[in-house]
Every structure is written in structure tokens, then in C-alpha cells.
């Protein structure tokens, strides 16, 4: 159940900070093609600075449909790395991937293909 006393779909993550408006949901895949770092290492999910120690794969997130929400993911190593973030303007449900490149050591975090 979210913050707001609304049901949600089973598996979803609320969201916890206050807010009073529509409510829409956020689906991220998790990917790294390296397969040392995704037995190593967890992602991270930041949904408006709350951050989330999530699994590598498919969550699906509630975050406010009627006002932008920052979304950022990271690996926490020995320091953060691969960080990627964006600002989601409002709308509705929506789709994303974040995708690992550890010879460059950027993340990527965009809408899926």
C-alpha cells in the first residue's frame, strides 16, 4: 500500500516522501554485462534522493505522475561509480533501462528500446 492509503500492484516499491498527487509507475531494468561486477556489487536506486540498495534486473518503483522526479542508479563499490541520473518530466507510466560500462566507468540510464 502506498504512502497516500492507495493499493499497489504486488511488488511495487511506494513512494515515501510527501505527496499528494496522481501517481504513476516507474519500471527499471538493472543490467551490467559484467558478470563479476553483478555477483560483486549491487545497484543502487535513487527516486527523488531516497536511495533504494536494489538487485541486478526488473523493480518497478511508484513515483508522482503530476511533477518531475529525479531517478539515479550507481554502484556502490569501493567508491560510487557507473552513476547515471535523470530528470523525468511528468506523465505517465514509464519505462527505463540502466545499463553498466565499466571500461569507460559510466553508467547510462535511459528509456528502453
Known amino acids: 500500500m502506498s504512502v497516500s492509503g492507495q493499493p499497489l500492484p504486488n ?3 511506494p ?5 499528494e498527487g496522481e501517481r504513476r509507475l516507474l519500471t527499471l531494468q538493472v543490467t551490467t554485462q559484467n558478470v563479476m561486477a553483478s ?8 527516486i527523488d534522493g531516497r536511495s533504494y540498495v536494489v538487485f541486478w534486473g526488473f523493480m518497478t518503483f511508484e513515483i508522482p505522475a503530476d ?3 529525479h531517478v539515479a542508479v550507481y554502484i556502490q563499490a569501493d567508491a ?3 552513476a547515471a541520473s535523470l530528470l523525468l518530466p511528468p506523465g505517465r507510466d514509464v519505462t527505463l533501462v540502466y545499463a553498466t560500462d565499466f571500461a569507460t566507468g559510466l553508467g547510462r540510464l535511459g528509456p528502453a528500446a
Open 80 to 82: 560510487m561509480t557507473q
Open 11 to 13: 511488488g511495487v516499491i
Open 67 to 69: 511533477r518531475s522526479c
Open 39 to 46: 555477483g560483486r556489487f549491487w545497484p543502487v536506486v535513487s
Open 15 to 19: 513512494y515515501v516522501e510527501h505527496h
